[in-house]
């Protein structure tokens, strides 16, 4: 088919065209709608009895307080080595990732070479409504502060002995993370091109099957009549 034939049969199904880009439009909506997620990066820090986080010898830094802290995350994590997607400053979302929670020893590198220079555990959660994302936030966190508890009651460690745990109080927000300017304006640009091809590769579809069954019409009215003459 020619071009003009093309224009000519989109012409007069135009009601195929609306639709698709209807349909485009409802879908790009939803997408918009349900794009952005809430995340949150709270961390859990460790150091010695009564030391300041700013002291030169807080055991932030200490290798035995770092141990200590893995074994809380550990422990937490039900004696399985969280699985890392990058960086320890890289968000969740960044990954693609929409709904879950990783607790993890604060580290430096990527998924494949790991360092721990500091004792801090990290609660990563990203999820879909901020009220998600803080409970999970609030009871992993939780969990974190409550086993590092135990491990030290288990092993006899007088009050007095332990090492201090805290959360960073500003590590604690949550943050909406919605889609960029940019990023709604090609996604609108893709979906408008989706439905105008779309609705004309449906209107060109609807033409042919339309010829295709009038053709078969005539075929049939043809051999009735050559059949009556007979």
């Given at each position: 088919m ?9 012409l007069?199904r135009w009601y195929?065209t609306?639709?698709?880009?209807l ?10 709608q349900?794009?952005g ?8 820090e ?7 986080r ?8 200490n290798?035995?307080v ?14 399985h ?9 890289a968000?969740?979302y960044?990954a ?13 590198g990527?998924q494949?070479?790991?360092?721990h ?14 009220e ?17 508890d135990a ?6 460690v ?7 745990h ?11 993370i919605?889609?960029s300017?940019?990023?709604q304006i090609t ?17 060109l579809?609807?033409?042919?099957a ?12 043809g ?8």
């Open positions: 020619t071009v003009r034939e093309i224009l000519h049969v989109v007069r195929t609306v639709a698709a880009l349909l485009a439009a409802l879908l790009t909506a939803l997408f918009l349900g794009s997620v809430y995340s949150t990066r709270a961390v859990v460790f150091r010695w009895p009564g030391a300041a700013i002291e030169a010898d807080s055991g932030f830094e290798d035995s770092i141990s200590f802290a893995d074994m809380v995350a550990t422990r937490v994590n039900d004696g080595e969280p699985f890392r997607y990058s960086q320890d400053e968000p969740l960044g693609g990732i929409r709904d879950a929670a990783v607790v993890d020893l604060s580290f430096t990527n494949w070479v790991t360092d220079p500091v004792a801090a555990i990290t609660v990563s959660v990203v999820g879909r409504s901020e998600q994302v803080r409970a999970r936030q609030v009871a992993l966190t939780d969990e974190v502060l409550k086993t590092a491990l030290q009651e288990e092993v006899s007088s009050r007095p002995e332990y090492v201090v805290a959360l960073q109080p500003l590590s604690a927000r949550i943050e909406h919605t889609p300017r940019s990023s996604a609108f640009a893709a979906m408008l091109a989706a439905g105008v091809m779309g609705g004309v590769g449906a209107a579809m609807w033409e042919r339309t010829l295709a069954r009038m053709a078969r019409r005539a075929g049939r009215a051999r009735v009549a050559e059949g009556a003459i007979a």
